[in-house]
């Protein structure tokens, strides 16, 4: 499967950004999605994951209560709309799809997408 990410750009702290990753090329609800995010000199942090239904979600501990990941297997497409941004949320974001497990760590990811850079300013 091909993961396109977009809806990264800069935006003040406490604001919102809602960022898209749209898949093709195989079924997408065969696959459990996930976001990550990295920035220069840091290990690649999971953020949020969704499982192949939508049913079950997953936050990691920085951006819970702020952060809300969906998707919509009709469009392809996995959304991750990011509330009360924070300058410590200034990173590169990438979704990660998985086909038999749910994607929480970087280890259990089958196929990575390009970045889209998130700037939060102060």
């Known amino acids: 499967v091909q993961l396109q990410a977009s809806g990264g750009g800069l935006v003040q702290a406490g604001g919102s950004l809602r960022l898209s990753c749209a898949a093709s090329g195989r079924t997408f609800s065969n696959y459990a999605v996930g976001w990550f995010r990295q920035t220069p000199g840091k290990e690649r942090e999971f953020v949020a994951a969704i499982s192949w239904s939508g049913s079950s979600t997953y936050y990691g501990d920085s951006v819970k209560g702020r952060f809300t990941i969906s998707r919509d297997n009709a469009k392809n497409t996995v959304y991750l709309q990011m509330n009360s941004l924070k300058v410590e949320d200034t990173a590169v974001y990438y979704c990660?799809?998985?086909?038999?497990?749910?994607?929480?760590?970087?280890?259990?990811?089958?196929?990575w997408g390009q970045g889209t850079q998130v700037t939060v300013s102060s």
């Open positions: 990660a799809a998985d086909y038999s497990r749910i994607p929480i760590s970087v280890g259990e990811v089958d196929y």
